[in-house]
């Protein structure tokens, strides 16, 4: 049966290893110019050329961003680096710019993917991007899946689809708020999140704003229902630029029916957990979807034909990953325009979310996994701790298949063969520190010994559930860092949530 | 690459003699026209409601203001601006199937695939296209003369039929032959960004074959989305168009104007656009056409408004040749202060939009492959500094001499005195080769290994670790 490509965001060597440890067959990462990412780590060339090697021994993609809006002077050297990305072996670049196209094409022979930056909307684009050398296309957040799976037929390309992930509100690549108002070049990575900020409205069914201000009316006017001419009605505290979040599980049956090439997430800034949660989750959809719930509800699935029964049925059976995912830091979920054309409701106005539950929180990231060996006398796990945790917390690691496993009450042995540590009494995590002598906390930014458990391995998230209040008050008060829009991740400052990096677009 | 200085706004004088750009500005009505005229406007835009962003008029009223301008004399521009999906592209050729191109001189495009159809399907789908310019805007992106050039090449290749020529399949055609006089569709202009400077723009024009439209005074658009972002802020709105201010506490995001219509949501600056006071450097650059848009102005005003421009214009062109004279300068100045909009040039002196992205992370914590060891994952004050190595073949020995630089800047040179692997073992050395541990039961599938060195004071995690 036909399965999507699961592309994942990589922000950095880390987010890599972990988002294809979970599944994903090709991720999308920028080197450190010419992508909309600024703030993300990025990569070096040689973290590149070690990116491929690692992607290739697991049959996995590398693509290359160079998305950005290019002035002549950024021009430079853009054809050393692409022949440094054929070098290495990376499977494709996602561009936006014609003259970038150009240069690719001229220098190398990487398939060239359109970025969504370009806002390639329909058929006709389609045609002319094709002419111009593109292999694949990666459509603006306003093409439904249906439109898609059209115009890869007519076009003959493959074609790529946002599945999740934050967006950006502007067509993509029609927004320069931050380049006028921040001196921040928006389509260069410099993306301030406008859009995320709270604003007061005044607004009017009159003439324009300038004119109104011409003939003596102000923002004063009066309060009321907008219901005449020249009504005007004033909407304070609205963060009416702010998407909402994709989430686009519940259509798996109709990208694979639409032969959708590729499924791309959404979040280069946002954390490993992020990238790995995600990526499992979607990687566990797309199979259970293509090698189970096809065959066990029903044969049109398998011939392509996805019925409204059977994909009713496909909503309850997605329920457990859709639990899941509001368990990631995230703004209110909706389907996009992947159905029908986002209406009002898409708007994240309030700025905080519906309902609040407790959401995965990191607490570190799997880095080694020692087994008994001559000189380490008892097996671990190395990690390095992203955020802070104690020995009591209810602990768990997220294996690259399957259901979590709690470190609570693994019997941990320290590397001095101490095995009265902290660990083993049943409840406990058994924290010990890099060299195995017992911690009761794990401070952030150190490295630490966990237990050894079944399925370990490096690139697992080690995570715990937060409390409801404090997801509540974590969503609505963070502050999110710079966060180039078009292709965000966390929580905004204003309309903040989750983890830093919740911006928009790819 | 090379390129030719081939832009024709000069040529036809030798390329000794610059012109006063030409003047277009968009109209909606009869006596808007006869304000054109009047103000020696030489070129007006019509918006039609499905077509254009901002558009306003219908297929009859559209094609009635045509004939009026046509007979007055101006050119005639039809506007098709908006951004489509399939449905939109499919209801926006419908309209331009049945519209009548008698009376239009030019078609102005922005979606590619527009520039596409305009090009090469148009003329197959409408008889009444006789002769027809394509003005394709390049105002989003594009700030390169590669993409440019490329964009104006594939248009000059594929231009639709010629009057007598052969059917064009499916409306597409692979590159053809350059466009000649035989074409009923040509391409004719580019309109190029706002964000482009006026070193950039002297350099691009000068390469151009084709003539190239600046704005020279109008809102500057912000955001563009086809989603409705005001109507469902009020209640009961009952106009199709709806008009907004958004104030923010945010000190430069203040005064946007906001229009909420058929075609979605804009989103534009508290400030207009400029280029008034800089009408000697557009006609030094070669510039053809200066486009007005004094839509958001109070309509009577507008008459003024043009009339003065023209006036700083005819000033222009009266002056070529006699540099030391400015009274154009005077007039620009004045139209300024009677303008009741404040203006900005942005960044037509420089564009240092991607200064600033420079600091958005510490660039001391960035990755610089040469001599790149690793970084430090955990420095446990009186127990050990542990360095990550990531670096290709990094390997750290005993005696060993390394530069650490912190996320603060500082830079500190060590000897390595010491070291133990991760299991706690002191070692000679430790190596990133994932074969230095062959045997060992460890899984170093990213192929990091970790040094653990004694406690070096005053160095934190993140601490950047180069060989010397």
């Given at each position: 049966m036909f399965k999507p490509e699961l592309l994942s965001p990589a922000g950095s060597f880390e987010k890599m290893v972990t988002a294809i440890s979970y599944g994903a067959d090709a991720v999308y990462l920028a080197g450190q110019k010419y992508g909309l990412r600024s703030a993300a780590d990025n990569f070096s060339i040689d973290e590149i050329e070690k990116a491929v090697e690692f992607a290739h021994a697991r049959k996995a993609k590398i693509y290359v961003v160079l998305n950005s809006f290019l002035h002549d002077a950024d021009m430079r050297d853009l054809s050393q680096f692409v022949r440094?990305?054929?070098?290495?072996?990376?499977?494709?670049?996602?561009?936006?710019?014609?003259?970038?196209?150009?240069?690719?094409?001229?220098?190398?022979?990487?398939?060239?993917?359109?970025?969504?930056?370009?806002?390639?909307?329909?058929?006709?684009?389609?045609?002319?991007?094709?002419?111009?050398?593109?292999?694949?296309?990666?459509?603006?957040?306003?093409?439904s899946i249906e439109q898609a799976g059209r115009i890869k037929r007519a076009?003959?390309?493959?074609?790529?689809?946002?599945?999740?992930?934050?967006?950006?509100?502007?067509?993509?690549?029609?927004?320069?708020?931050?380049?006028?108002?921040?001196?921040?070049?928006?389509?260069?990575?410099?993306?301030?999140?406008?859009?995320?900020?709270?604003?007061?409205?005044?607004?009017?069914?009159?003439?324009?704003?300038?004119?109104?201000?011409?003939?003596?009316a102000s923002s004063e006017v009066a309060v009321g229902a907008v219901n005449g001419s020249h009504g005007t009605q004033k909407r304070d505290h609205t963060f009416f630029m702010s998407s909402k979040d994709l989430?686009?599980?519940?259509?798996?049956?109709?990208?694979?029916?639409?032969?959708?090439?590729?499924?791309?997430?959404?979040?280069?800034?946002?954390?490993?957990?992020?990238?790995?949660?995600?990526?499992?989750?979607?990687?566990?959809?797309?199979?259970?979807?293509?090698?189970?719930?096809?065959?066990?509800?029903?044969?049109?699935?398998?011939?392509?034909?996805?019925?409204?029964?059977?994909?009713?049925?496909?909503?309850?059976?997605?329920?457990?990953?859709?639990?899941?995912?509001?368990?990631?830091?995230?703004?209110?979920?909706?389907?996009?325009?992947?159905?029908?054309?986002?209406?009002?409701?898409?708007?994240?106005?309030?700025?905080?979310?519906?309902?609040?539950?407790?959401?995965?929180?990191?607490?570190?990231?799997?880095?080694?996994?020692?087994t008994k060996t001559p000189t380490a006398r008892e097996s671990f796990v190395l990690a390095e701790v992203r955020g802070p945790f104690s020995n009591t917390d209810e602990v768990m690691a997220v294996p690259f298949r399957g259901?979590?496993?709690?470190?609570?009450?693994?019997?941990?042995?320290?590397?001095?063969?101490?095995?009265?540590?902290?660990?083993?009494?049943?409840?406990?995590?058994?924290?010990?520190?890099?060299?195995?002598?017992?911690?009761?906390?794990?401070?952030?930014?150190?490295?630490?010994?966990?237990?050894?458990?079944?399925?370990?391995?490096?690139?697992?998230?080690?995570?715990?559930l937060g409390s409801a209040s404090a997801a509540r008050s974590e969503k609505i008060s963070e502050v999110v860092s710079a966060e180039p829009v078009a292709e965000a991740d966390t929580v905004p400052a204003t309309g903040a949530m989750g983890e830093p990096g919740l911006g928009v677009a790819q | 690459m090379s390129h030719h200085q081939v832009n024709p706004q000069l040529s036809g004088d030798a390329g000794s003699q610059a012109r006063v750009p030409r003047l277009s500005t968009y109209v909606a009505s009869v006596k808007q026209i006869d304000e054109c005229v009047s103000a020696c406007v030489s070129e007006v835009i019509i918006s039609h409601q499905n077509l254009a962003r901002l558009g306003t008029l219908d297929s009859l009223a559209l094609t009635e203001l045509a004939t009026y301008a046509k007979a007055c004399g101006l050119k005639t521009s039809l506007e098709w601006d908006i951004l489509m999906c399939e449905p939109e592209f499919h209801q926006a050729v419908r309209v331009l199937k049945e519209l009548n191109f008698e009376n239009f001189?030019?078609?102005?495009?922005?979606?590619?695939?527009?520039?596409?159809?305009?090009?090469?399907?148009?003329?197959?789908?409408?008889?009444?296209?006789?002769?027809?310019?394509?003005?394709?805007?390049?105002?989003?992106?594009n700030h390169n003369l590669e993409a440019i050039l490329k964009w104006q090449n594939y248009g000059l290749l594929n231009c639709g039929l010629p009057n007598e020529g052969s059917k064009v399949q499916n409306g597409l055609k692979s590159a053809g032959p350059i466009a000649s006089a035989q074409s009923k569709v040509n391409l004719e202009r580019l309109v190029l960004s706002i964000e482009l400077t006026e070193a950039s723009l002297t350099e691009i024009i000068a390469n151009l074959q084709v003539e190239v439209e600046l704005l020279g005074l109008g809102p500057i658009l912000l955001l563009y989305t086809p989603r409705h972002l005001l109507r469902y802020q009020v209640v009961a709105?009952?106009?199709?168009?709806?008009?907004?201010?958004?104030?923010?506490?945010?000190?430069?995001?203040?005064?946007?104007?906001?229009?909420?219509?058929?075609?979605?949501?804009?989103?534009?600056?508290?400030?207009?656009?400029?280029?008034?006071?800089?009408?000697?450097?557009?006609?030094?650059?070669?510039?053809?056409?200066?486009?007005?848009?004094?839509?958001?102005?109070?309509?009577?005003?507008?008459?003024?408004?043009?009339?003065?421009?023209?006036?700083?214009?005819?000033?222009?062109?009266?002056?070529?040749?006699?540099?030391?004279?400015?009274?154009?300068?005077?007039?620009?100045?004045?139209?300024?202060?009677?303008?009741?909009?404040?203006?900005?040039?942005?960044?037509?002196?420089?564009?240092?939009?991607?200064?600033?992205?420079?600091?958005?992370?510490?660039?001391?914590?960035?990755?610089?492959?040469e001599g790149y060891l690793g970084r430090v994952v955990d420095s446990t004050k009186g127990l050990y500094t542990i360095v990550c190595l990531e670096g290709n073949n990094a390997q750290l020995r005993v005696g060993d001499r390394v530069t650490l630089v912190s996320p603060a800047g500082t830079s500190k040179e060590i000897e390595i005195s010491s070291l133990k692997n991760i299991e706690g073992v002191q070692v000679d050395e430790v190596s990133a080769s994932r074969n230095s541990q062959e045997g060992a039961d460890c899984d170093l599938s990213d192929g990091h290994e970790y040094a653990v060195l004694p406690f070096v004071k005053g160095v934190?995690?993140?601490?950047?670790?180069?060989?010397?």
């Open positions: 440094q990305c054929e070098r290495h072996r990376v499977d494709g670049v996602i561009v936006s710019d014609l003259g970038v196209v150009s240069v690719v094409a001229q220098c190398s022979s990487i398939p060239i993917h359109l970025s969504t930056q370009a806002s390639c909307l329909n058929e006709h684009s389609g045609q002319i991007w094709k002419k111009m050398g593109v292999k694949r296309l990666i459509f603006g957040r306003e093409v076009t003959g390309l493959e074609v790529e689809l946002f599945i999740h992930g934050s967006m950006c509100m502007a067509y993509s690549g029609n927004c320069t708020i931050s380049n006028f108002t921040k001196g921040r070049d928006s389509n260069r990575g410099g993306c301030a999140q406008s859009c995320r900020f709270e604003y007061n409205l005044d607004i009017s069914d009159g003439p324009s704003p300038g004119a109104r201000a011409l003939s003596g989430m686009g599980i519940e259509l798996i049956p109709d990208f694979v029916e639409a032969q959708i090439d590729s499924v791309k997430i959404e979040g280069r800034m946002r954390s490993p957990l992020y990238a790995g949660m995600i990526s499992k989750i979607y990687r566990e959809a797309l199979d259970e979807f293509s090698d189970e719930f096809s065959a066990e509800f029903g044969a049109e699935y398998q011939q392509g034909g996805a019925q409204l029964a059977q994909r009713s049925q496909w909503v309850g059976y997605a329920q457990k990953w859709s639990d899941d995912l509001e368990r990631l830091p995230h703004r209110d979920y909706m389907t996009g325009s992947l159905e029908q054309p986002a209406s009002e409701s898409s708007v994240f106005n309030e700025g905080k979310p519906e309902s609040v539950r407790p959401t995965y929180q990191i607490l570190a990231v799997t880095k080694k996994v020692v259901p979590m496993v709690s470190l609570a009450g693994l019997n941990h042995v320290s590397g001095n063969g101490n095995s009265e540590g902290s660990g083993g009494n049943g409840r406990t995590v058994g924290l010990g520190n890099a060299l195995g002598v017992p911690l009761e906390k794990a401070k952030a930014s150190t490295l630490v010994r966990l237990p050894y458990y079944e399925a370990a391995a490096p690139g697992q998230i080690i995570t715990k | 001189d030019s078609i102005r495009v922005q979606d590619p695939g527009a520039y596409e159809y305009a090009l090469n399907g148009l003329a197959v789908d409408n008889s009444s296209v006789k002769k027809l310019g394509v003005h394709f805007v390049l105002e989003t992106g709105p009952n106009a199709a168009t709806l008009f907004a201010t958004a104030e923010c506490e945010e000190n430069s995001h203040k005064g946007f104007r906001i229009i909420d219509n058929q075609n979605g949501t804009f989103v534009f600056h508290e400030k207009d656009y400029c280029l008034i006071d800089r009408v000697s450097a557009l006609m030094r650059m070669n510039c053809s056409v200066l486009r007005v848009d004094l839509r958001q102005q109070d309509s009577s005003a507008v008459p003024d408004y043009l009339g003065q421009i023209s006036e700083i214009c005819e000033a222009e062109k009266t002056q070529v040749g006699h540099q030391l004279t400015r009274a154009s300068e005077g007039l620009a100045e004045a139209f300024k202060a009677s303008y009741p909009t404040k203006v900005l040039r942005c960044f037509f002196q420089a564009n240092a939009t991607d200064v600033l992205l420079k600091h958005l992370k510490n660039k001391n914590i960035e990755r610089k492959d934190l995690p993140e601490t950047m670790v180069y060989s010397v």
